[in-house]
Structure formats: C-alpha cells, structure tokens
C-alpha cells in the first residue's frame, strides 16, 4: 500500500465532488467531523440572506413570507430523510439535552404502571445527567438502571422498565447497537425504545420507523454540518404524538397565535416544539443537511467503512509497537464512524496531532478519537494522518512540555 494507491482511491471516489463544498483549511486534515461537522461553503451566503434581506428587509414579515414559522418542521422532515422517518415526526428544535428530557419525560408518562429507565454507563453522560433530573424532579420511585454492555440488556428488561435509552453509536468507542433488533428486544419487555443518533445521523444508514422506534434525538452539529450549537432534532413515532410534552410552550400549542389564557397541546409533531425557533441556527443547519441529502446514505457508509479499514491498517503497519491499542470494535459491521485508539498519553499526544495539523480529540481518560466524515475526508487524508501519527510516536514529540496542559474543551 502506498499514497498513490489513495490517490487512486480518491479519482474513483463518487463522492469525491462533495470536497469542493466545503471551507477547509488548506494543509489540515479534520478528523473531528463527528464533533463539530465542517463548514459547508454555502452556508455563509445563506446565512447573509437571511440576515440581510429577510431579517433586514422583510423584518417580522419573514414568519409568513419567508417560511420562518414553519421551519423546526421542514428541516426536521429532511432530517426525517436521513434517519428514515416519514414525513410529519421529526422536528428540529432546542439541543440534544432538551429534547432527551421531553422524549423520556413522554415515555415515562405513557408507561404509568413502570418505574425504571434502562440505559448504559458509558453512555453520553448529559443523557443519564438528563434522566436523573428527571427522576429527581418526580419522585415516586423512578429508577435508572445501568447496564454495563449490550449483553447486559436481556438480563435487565423486565416489567418494571418504562423506557430504554440508548445511544445508538457510542461517543467514546464508536461501538454500535443493532438499533432494528434491540428496539424488537426492548418491545418484547414491553418497554419504549428511545435512541440518541447523535453519532449516527449523517453518519450510517438509519431506519428508525422501520426498526418501530418510539423517540429519537440527535445532534445538528456533528455530521449533519449545522454548525457550532445547531439546533438538535426529535422524531417521535406518529402513535405517540398524542403523549403529554413536559415543556407545554407556545409553539406546541394548538392555535399559538390566538393568545389563549390556557395550554392546548397541538395535534401532531408541532405538539414537540416549544418556544421560537433560532431561524438563523435553523437557516445554517439546513444547508448542512440538503448538502447531506444530495448524497447516497449507501456510498457515505461504504466509503466510512473503508477509510477506517484503511486507517486500521496503516496503524498496524506503521504504528506497530507505540503502545496504541484499538478501543472500538474491531468488527467494522459494529462502528460508526470513527476509530478510537487508547494511549495513556492520549492527552499530549492528540496536542501533538493537532499542531501537526491531524485534528482528531482526546476523551477522557485515554481515548484517542478519529472521525471520518466520507462527505470531505480523502483517502490521501487517512494516510497523511496515519504518517504525521506515527512520526509524534517514533520521535516521542508528544513528550514536549507545550503539549502537556489540559484545556477546557478537549
Ligand atoms: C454530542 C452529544 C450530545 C450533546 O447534547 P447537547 O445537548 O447538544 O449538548 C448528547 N448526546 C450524545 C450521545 C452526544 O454524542
């Protein structure tokens, strides 16, 4: 294997155009596509339009004529695209965070007789952080109950559990469930499957309505390209859009412009929004996704499986002996997106990387985290990268002082 073989990988890549679509630094390589997605080029004269003409120009007449008030809906139906979801159940709205509490707080309420929320440990912790606020706020004898791996499950559902959280890939290993068969599993128990996609979306493909999941939540600025804070998104299955929302705000309301004293929830998925969307975090993130939808869910994940098959083995062959161990399944059918290798210098090495130009993060406590993004990362990326990894190990310039300070993003 040589460079010029990722040459020629990427001449033969059908989506090889969609480079061109993006602001990249010249000579960085991104591997952190899965944290913060990269700039699309349209997304900034999107952005002034919106600005100048709609907010400058048509001011508060931009609801109507220019579709502000109908937005959280026809972005969450594009994104319903990339999950596969039917028109009609996804809208984008508030963060991740938010919509966790009111796809669980919902679920909870549809479940009077359980009292237990299933998720896992290493899961994202805002989601378990969510979940316990909740229960705090309930009271009554709700419980999380944590498993440790997937083979935990079976051994945990039983008929006290409401609700299974799960996120489908993980942030921290890449590890991916069969979100068909445990959602099958799950409603076997007779409990509710809620799945946090924020590695997912964009990044593999997906069949929520399919699977029959309940709730979905997801990220707008990891693979989806929304931008630093993106609105997230929430799907709620069509026979649950009926369920009581925790947040009871004015956008979810039936008729929110006729000012009425009292609540009444709207019908359908409208009933999951809550204030006033952020139009031109809205107007960002869905340039991100229709940049997303030009492309084929089938060759993304093809060409993702195939880089980290690539990176995986120029590891192996060039990094052999550095003390890098793989920390995500070794089974590609079993990742998302991204490979993720240990080191108990994985601190001062990622720092080294990334003054070197090869921008992966590091996750607490020694996780090296490599993200490909097959809409811009080039094969010839993967094996720069791989190149500048193994010159920081071999001459150990991981050890200088400059990469040893801990920063507050990591
Ligand atoms: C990134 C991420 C989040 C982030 O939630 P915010 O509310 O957007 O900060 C939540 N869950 C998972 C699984 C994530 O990976």
Redesign the pocket.
């Known amino acids: 294997m040589k460079r010029e073989d990722c040459e020629a990988l990427d001449r033969e890549d059908p989506l090889r155009p969609f480079r061109e679509q993006f602001e990249l630094p010249a000579g960085l390589i991104y591997l952190d596509g899965n944290s913060l997605g990269a700039l699309p080029r349209a997304t900034a004269a999107r952005l002034a339009e919106v600005t100048r003409r709609e907010w400058g120009q048509d001011l508060i007449g931009s609801w109507n004529r220019n579709g502000w008030v109908d937005i959280p809906q026809r972005v969450g139906d594009k994104i319903g695209r990339l999950i596969g979801a039917a028109p009609g159940q996804t809208v984008a709205a508030d963060?991740?965070?938010?919509n966790v509490y009111k796809a669980l707080s919902a679920a909870l309420k549809l479940q009077p007789q359980r009292r237990v929320i299933v998720s896992e440990r290493g899961?994202?912790p805002?989601?378990l952080y969510i979940a316990e606020g909740l229960i705090a706020q309930l009271g009554g004898g709700y419980q999380l109950r944590l498993i440790d791996s997937p083979e935990d499950l079976p051994a945990a559902l039983d008929a006290s559990v409401a609700v299974v959280m799960l996120?489908h890939v993980n942030?921290r290993s890449g590890r991916l469930w069969d979100l068909a068969a445990t959602t099958q599993a799950v409603h076997g128990a007779g409990a509710l499957m809620l799945w946090?996609l924020?590695?997912s979306a964009g990044a593999v493909p997906l069949a929520v309505d399919d699977a029959g999941a309940d709730f979905a939540v997801g990220?707008g600025y990891?693979y989806l390209n929304g931008g630093p804070g993106a609105p997230?998104f929430l799907y709620v299955a069509q026979r649950h859009q009926h369920a009581a929302t925790p947040l009871s705000g004015w956008f979810g309301h039936a008729a929110p412009f006729a000012f009425e004293t009292g609540y009444r929830p709207a019908e359908g998925i409208a009933r999951w929004l809550c204030g006033t969307p952020s139009v031109l975090a809205m107007s960002a993130l869905e340039v991100g996704v229709d940049l997303l939808l030009e492309a084929s869910m089938a060759q993304l994940r093809a060409k993702s499986l195939r880089q980290c098959e690539l990176f995986l083995f120029l590891v192996a062959s060039q990094c052999k002996d550095c003390g890098l161990q793989l920390a995500s399944p070794s089974d590609a059918a079993r990742r998302g997106s991204q490979i993720c290798l240990s080191h108990e210098q994985a601190w001062p090495i990622m720092q080294a990387l990334i003054a070197q130009g090869v921008v992966g993060d590091f996750r607490a406590p020694d996780v090296l985290r490599f993200g490909f993004t097959p809409l811009y990362t080039r094969y010839c990326d993967v094996w720069d990268a791989v190149a500048v990894l193994s010159r920081v190990m071999r001459q150990e310039i991981w050890r200088r002082p400059e990469y040893q300070t801990r920063l507050v993003v990591t």
Do not use: E, L, Q, V
């Not at 963060?95 to 938010?98: E, K």
């Open positions: 963060s991740t965070s938010i899961n994202f805002t989601d996120t942030y946090d924020a590695h990220c990891k997230a």
